[in-house]
């Protein structure tokens, strides 16, 4: 007798699975997860008996993979994924709506149908439809006679064309919106995103298929689906940026063909994103004399050092509690550097109403801007100009010293070259450099020192 369906339900954020709806996952704690699930019943599997087993081989017994990998043509994306692509590499990009990630693939596409004349492409789009694809190709150069577009969201119908076509790269966009025929569960669940995965990523090894695929991502700013998406691809990367603005960061989170701290940097114009050629005084904005309530650090990202200018308006508060707003700096770490004014350098600033932004909407999320941070609230504070020439690179602890950072000589030669000539640091960089560097490195123990910078 045939049995009968099975109703479950299971968590769309780690696919746990429970015979009644709970309002918390008592596996990954999330709220409000669960969906009805409806699986048909599998026959019995059928044990066969293992044939060829293989035997575990001594170090020296194996050769290391060489990979030959293949140039985009933008040098900012092959910076991010290793130095080129790896033929049958699955590379997962999310980011959030509207960030560019279809035209970042258009775009590489085109370059690479430029370069790979005799290889296929095939572009995947469940979301947009074929004159949509079309169009931005077009707009964007491409004119290969073997760059096939497929409207199709059925995994099915899709890797039976993947077969007839064999193309060398395709982009399936997005891996939320592909189903299987096999699962009766609705697109976008963590059974239809896990399947197809899987399938895919079966499918673009055995054949070197170099494959994209686009991820949807959550209000978090974390990709959609289950975890094990991510554990699946070989590249994991993040597009991010302010949809409003006109720069684009393209980040590895995890690569296993390279280094996962490089980051590409991309102008948002008319034809498309374009290359940022020299991306450390990308983020500087033009100098106004005289203009106080902002510093100058220098972050690494990957193997590169970028200079970001901080800004800071600290404003009278006639209502008695002072407004913290912050843009590309967390909200916990700017208050943290507020008190620690407070305390050490003893200025009222809490009752404030305080802003701090990143120019060009940059995310510090390490520590070696605090001692910046510091410096642009002090000179909004006072009213008093930081030189343009002098940069803010150094941790400060909650007894307000300054700590050093790492990676100093790549960061100082970096200030040589762009002609800066002033550098506020840790008094262990002023001992080891000053010797060494061009540089006017005035040693700071504790923030009041910075007071002899902005004069006072």
């Known amino acids: 007798m045939a049995k009968k369906s099975k109703k479950v339900f299971e968590c769309s954020n780690c696919g746990f699975q429970t015979a009644k709806w709970m309002g918390r996952c008592t596996d990954c704690g999330e709220w409000n997860s669960f969906t009805e699930q409806t699986f048909s019943p599998v026959q019995e599997s059928i044990k066969v008996k293992a044939v060829g087993e293989t035997q575990p081989k001594k170090l020296k017994e194996i050769e290391v993979e060489t990979y030959n990998r293949v140039s985009t043509g933008i040098d900012e994306f092959d910076r991010v994924v290793g130095g080129g692509l790896v033929p049958g590499s699955l590379i997962l990009i999310g980011g959030e ?34 004159g949509q694809v079309a169009g931005r190709a077009k707009r964007m150069g491409l004119k290969n006679d073997s760059f096939y577009i497929y409207n199709e969201t059925n995994w099915q119908n899709i890797l039976n064309q993947i077969k007839k076509i064999k193309p060398r790269f395709m982009v399936l966009d997005s891996i939320q919106t592909t189903t299987s025929s096999e699962l009766s569960s609705p697109p976008g669940t963590v059974s239809q995103i896990r399947e197809v995965t899987y399938e895919l990523m079966n499918h673009v090894k055995a054949t070197g298929i170099t494959c994209f695929v686009v991820g949807h991502i959550t209000k978090d700013g974390a990709i959609a689906g289950p975890k094990i998406l991510e554990h699946m691809v070989d590249t994991v990367i993040y597009f991010e940026g302010d949809q409003f603005g006109h720069y684009r960061m393209l ?15 991309f102008e948002m114009k008319e034809d498309g994103l374009n290359e940022v050629k020299n991306p450390s005084q990308f983020f500087l904005e033009d100098d106004l004399e005289g203009n106080f309530g902002k510093s100058l650090t220098c972050i690494k990202e990957g193997t590169r050092p970028l200079f970001v200018e901080v800004q800071a308006l600290v404003a009278e508060n006639k209502f008695g509690n002072g407004r913290r707003t912050t843009q590309g700096l967390d909200n916990n770490r700017v208050a943290m550097m507020v008190a620690i004014i407070e305390k050490y350098a003893s200025i009222p600033m809490g009752m404030n109403d305080i802003y701090v932004n990143v120019v060009g909407s940059m995310k510090l999320t390490t520590r070696e801007s605090d001692l910046s941070i ?14 343009k020439d002098t940069i803010f690179l150094g ?27 002033t550098l506020v640091a840790s008094p262990k960089i002023a001992r080891e450099f000053s ?3 061009k540089l006017k490195i005035i040693p700071v123990r504790k923030i009041t020192d910075i007071f002899s910078v902005l004069g006072d």
């Open 395 to 421: 941790e400060v602890g909650l007894t307000g010293e300054v700590r050093t950072v790492p990676h100093m000589e790549m960061r100082i030669k970096e200030m040589e070259s762009l002609n800066y000539k």
């Open 97 to 130: 709506p509207g960030i560019g990630k279809s035209t970042l693939l258009t775009e590489m596409l085109s370059k690479l149908s430029g370069r790979q004349e005799n290889e296929s492409f095939l572009y995947v789009s469940g979301e947009e439809s074929e």
């Open 251 to 265: 980040r590895a989170i995890k690569n296993r063909f390279g280094n996962t701290n490089e980051v590409g940097i």
């Open 435 to 437: 010797k060494k560097s």
């Open 374 to 387: 510091i410096a642009a609230l002090l000179s909004s504070y006072k009213s008093k100009p930081i030189p």
